[in-house]
């Protein structure tokens, strides 16, 4: 959780009290090695460096940010990571403002640009036939919803869970089981779901992998968003890794970068961190800032054991893979309908950027198994397979389109999807025993974020662990 003023004042007092012993120890390179620079992990070292210490952020990329990246050189910079910033954001646009990162709401244009096309079969369905069409599934009463609208309605309806519980407390292990189940439960057919979620799932690749009670998490947090006022839908000026890009320039020292670490060692005295290149980092403590999927690579002494092992090793991380595009003519004034989609088809969701009123660049993000056959086809073959189902869907398109952007991550080998999903059961099993200190080293991330979601869940946990560190020290 965040810290309050009084946690922080008494943490840096320890440390400071505390501060002529550490810094006695010529052999540490730093008095915590912060693993990752992320959000999470430039949270952390930011609060740490606040408070006294002497921090060195390593990362295995070429670049800050972890899985938060724009795509800065296409028109109308689209997210590739972390795509969009709430009203109750704090933390993050603390952060923001702290470096003079601007914010501009970016939800009026949204309004006025909100139409999606269906796109189901090849054929694109206006929203006055759809309830009338022999594809739709729902109930009658439903009928006139468009198949993300029913599933949205279908979990915030019936979801138990206010803002800010607990949500991965025990109490609620009765709701860590499939939201395949949770939905049946709410009167869907085995058809309606297969439709309006099975589709283009942003967790899991169906209802049945995916715990209902990290979705009833995400539903509950999202809506707290949409509820406050005034109402608002944040980017950065100049793309969202602007933020994490002025947090490491706030820092003391600079985030070394390309340095990937394969080892960690601790004993009574301290960390020691063995590089890919074969430098050896000292530090009295860790901060470990990487998605699991990256953990597993790096090799503990001591090693990491019971559930924490198992949570390491099993979690599954979300296949996402982008593609930007730009129109050389705005095919769209030919057809009438809206560059938007959601589609059946591998093109799975399609969302238009705007500079005005006007349509600059179109992204086109899938999930799930759909993800994984894209990637399979490699880096040209997915954006010929893109752009060839984008003509598909809409004639008016053809010869019309350039991919300027790409990304996979689950192909990314620093990230491995874009964000973790928790099978049934595995919620309150895991949580928050996967994130427990181990011996010096401390963890944070999204993955481990108890009361936020997306960037915002990433600075807490990073806020978190800092905390635990100071506590140490």
């Known amino acids: 959780m965040p810290l309050s003023r009084r946690q922080f004042l008494l943490a840096a007092s320890a440390l400071v009290g505390a501060g002529a012993s550490l810094r006695a120890s010529a052999a540490a390179d730093a008095d915590i090695l912060v693993l ?14 606040q408070a006294g210490a002497r921090v060195q952020v390593i990362e295995s990329r070429s670049r800050v940010g972890g899985r938060v990246l724009s795509f800065a050189d296409v028109p109308g910079i689209p997210e590739a990571g972390g795509q969009s910033i709430g009203p109750g954001y704090g933390m993050l646009m603390t952060a923001a403002r702290r470096f003079d990162v601007g914010l501009e709401d970016r939800l009026p244009a949204q309004l ?56 991965y407390a025990q109490a609620n292990a009765a709701h860590d089981r499939p939201l395949h189940d949770f939905f049946l439960e709410r009167g869907a057919t085995e058809a309606a ?8 799932p942003s967790y899991g690749t169906s209802a049945r992998d995916i715990s209902a009670l990290q979705l009833m998490f995400i539903d509950a947090w999202t809506g707290m968003q949409r509820r ?15 933020i994490p890009e002025a947090m490491a320039a706030g820092l003391e020292r600079e985030v070394q970068l390309r340095t990937r670490a394969v080892a960690l060692r601790q004993d009574a005295a301290g960390v020691t961190v063995t590089c890919d290149d074969g430098r050896r980092l000292k530090a009295r ?9 990256a953990l597993r690579r790096l090799s503990f002494e001591p ?13 599954p991380y979300q296949q996402s893979t982008q593609v930007a595009l730009v129109a050389r003519r705005p095919f769209w004034k030919d057809d009438g309908l809206s560059p938007s989609m959601w ?60 991919a300027v952007a790409w990304h996979s991550w689950g192909l990314d080998p620093d990230a491995g999807g874009s964000w973790a999903v928790f099978a049934p059961g595995t919620v309150t099993r895991y949580l928050p025993a996967m994130s427990a200190p181990h011996g010096r080293v401390h963890f944070c991330g999204e993955h481990t974020a108890l009361t936020a979601r997306g960037m915002e869940g990433a600075m807490e946990s990073g806020q978190r662990a800092a905390m635990e560190a100071l506590r140490q020290l």
């Open 36 to 49: 990752g620079a992320g959000l999470s992990g430039l949270s952390a070292a930011l609060t740490l460096q």
């Open 343 to 402: 589609c059946d088809s591998l093109l799975a969701r399609t969302f238009a950027h705007h500079e005005g009123d006007e349509v600059v660049s179109i992204l086109v993000t899938a999930y799930g198994n759909k993800a994984a056959a894209i990637d399979r086809l490699g880096r040209e073959g997915a954006i010929r397979r893109v752009i060839a189902e984008f003509e598909a869907a809409r004639p008016s398109a053809r010869g019309q389109l350039q």
């Open 303 to 315: 090693r990491l054991s019971g559930v924490q092992q198992e949570a390491v090793q099993k979690l």
């Open 285 to 293: 403590l860790a901060i470990c800032a990487l998605p699991f999927t």
């Open 228 to 242: 406050m006022r005034p109402a608002a839908v944040y980017k950065a000026v100049g793309g969202n890794q602007r």
């Open 193 to 200: 779901i297969k439709l309006a979620y099975d589709t283009n």
């Open 112 to 167: 006025r640009h909100s139409r999606v096309e269906l796109v189901l079969g090849g054929e694109a369905i206006a929203p006055e036939r759809w309830p009338s069409s022999p594809l739709n599934p729902f109930p009658d009463v439903d009928k006139p919803k468009l198949p993300w609208q029913y599933a949205a309605t279908l979990l915030a309806e019936g979801n138990p869970l206010a803002p800010g519980t607990p949500w």
